[in-house]
């Protein structure tokens, strides 16, 4: 079981390095919600890349700090990419965060999702209902949770997934991160819960990918757990901020990046959790 001091403290350093190296943290990801996930990237302090070819995918891995790949929109031409590119940094012994959006969707999504369960990533980042279904597809322990995934929105629970993403974390060895009204983080040992954020995450599209986004560019500078920790606190710190004087997803939207720009690497690592077993 971690300690809360030493987690705290290793969050604030994330944060601080981030800003100092503005780190590279490049994407394959859905055509959706792209530009918000390299936008609130930027804000952050970390540098942002999106590409789509196989070739460009490589020459990414072997450029970035750790990639993030996003399950959204997929493409034929993913069919290469995303294996070619995943190869690539396992060579490199560099980090990912897979979001399996919308698993449970076509044939090639679940093919390479499947194929994904040899690579481990890093982070694994979902709603409750895409891990529980993740858990499922690669026949770990799910719990008692019957797969229920429905488009790319959960009609699950975070309590709900813990098993699934206890299971997920145990398999991988990595981190897997659960979003919800309150989010959990588990090395597969420790639960990190924090809560936070606004009812207007759900009200835009993007909230869940781009805290995948950012889990990647703090994974160029922290263990898994760490990064996944440092990115759900900061979102739930921005989120409840923007909140505030937002009438409407609109303005929230523009909002929020300003705060996830704004939040000092001490507010982040100060921002209320509880670890558990
Ligand atoms: N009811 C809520 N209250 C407060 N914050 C929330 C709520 N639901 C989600 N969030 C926050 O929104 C962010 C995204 O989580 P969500 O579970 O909506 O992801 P998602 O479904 O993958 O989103 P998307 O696919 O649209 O990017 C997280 O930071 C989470 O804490
Ligand atoms: C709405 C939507 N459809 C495919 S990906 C995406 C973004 C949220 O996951
Ligand atoms: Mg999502």
Same mark, same amino acid.
């Given at each position: 079981?971690?300690?809360?001091?030493?987690?705290?403290?290793?969050?604030?350093?994330?944060?601080?390095?981030?800003?100092?190296?503005?780190?590279?943290? /490049?994407?394959?990801?859905?055509?959706?919600?792209?530009?918000?996930?390299?936008?609130?990237?930027?804000?952050?302090?970390?540098?942002?890349?999106?590409?789509?070819?196989?070739?460009?995918?490589?020459?990414?891995?072997?450029?970035?700090?750790?990639?993030?790949?996003?399950?959204?929109?997929?493409?034929?031409?993913?069919?290469?990419?995303?294996?070619?590119?995943?190869?690539?940094?396992?060579?490199?012994?560099?980090?990912?965060?897979?979001?399996?959006?919308?698993?449970?969707?076509?044939?090639?999504?679940?093919?390479?999702?499947?194929?994904?369960?040899?690579?481990?990533?890093?982070?694994?980042?979902?709603?409750?209902?895409?891990?529980?279904?993740?858990?499922?597809?690669?026949?770990?322990?799910? =719990?008692?949770?019957?797969?229920?995934?429905? =488009?790319?929105?959960?009609?699950?629970?975070?309590?709900?997934?813990?098993?699934?993403?206890?299971?997920?974390?145990?398999?991988?060895?990595?981190?897997?991160?659960?979003?919800?009204?309150?989010?959990?983080?588990? &090395?597969?040992?420790?639960? %990190?819960?924090?809560?936070?954020?606004?009812?207007?995450?759900?009200?835009?599209?993007?909230?869940?990918?781009?805290?995948?986004?950012?889990?990647?560019?703090?994974?160029?500078?922290?263990? /898994? %757990?760490?990064?996944?920790?440092?990115?759900?606190?900061?979102?739930?710190?921005? =989120?409840?901020?923007?909140?505030?004087?937002?009438?409407?997803?609109?303005?929230?939207?523009?909002?929020?990046? &300003?705060?996830?720009?704004?939040?000092?690497?001490?507010?982040?690592?100060?921002? /209320?959790?509880?670890?558990?077993?």
């Amino acid at each position: 079981m971690r300690n809360a001091a030493e987690t705290r403290e290793r969050i604030k350093q994330a944060a601080e390095r981030v800003r100092q190296e503005h780190p590279l943290a /490049p994407s394959i990801t859905n055509a959706v919600t792209m530009e918000f996930v390299a936008n609130a990237q930027l804000a952050i302090g970390g540098s942002a890349a999106m590409v789509y070819l196989a070739d460009e995918g490589e020459a990414m891995a072997e450029a970035a700090g750790a990639m993030y790949l996003n399950m959204g929109t997929i493409l034929p031409l993913y069919e290469a990419s995303m294996p070619r590119t995943v190869r690539c940094l396992a060579g490199q012994h560099k980090s990912w965060v897979l979001d399996p959006v919308g698993i449970g969707v076509g044939g090639l999504r679940e093919k390479l999702l499947r194929s994904f369960r040899q690579e481990k990533p890093g982070i694994i980042r979902g709603n409750a209902s895409e891990l529980i279904a993740l858990a499922r597809l690669w026949e770990l322990d799910a =719990g008692t949770a019957e797969t229920a995934v429905c =488009g790319v929105d959960t009609t699950q629970s975070v309590a709900e997934a813990r098993q699934a993403a206890m299971s997920l974390a145990r398999w991988t060895g990595g981190a897997v991160a659960v979003s919800g009204k309150e989010d959990l983080v588990t &090395d597969g040992e420790t639960v %990190f819960l924090s809560a936070g954020g606004s009812p207007f995450m759900t009200k835009i599209t993007g909230a869940g990918c781009s805290l995948g986004g950012v889990m990647a560019v703090y994974a160029c500078c922290a263990e /898994p %757990f760490i990064a996944a920790a440092a990115s759900v606190a900061l979102y739930n710190l921005a =989120g409840e901020r923007a909140e505030k004087d937002a009438p409407g997803p609109g303005s929230f939207r523009q909002q929020f990046i &300003d705060e996830l720009y704004l939040a000092t690497p001490e507010e982040i690592a100060g921002w /209320p959790f509880k670890l558990d077993t």
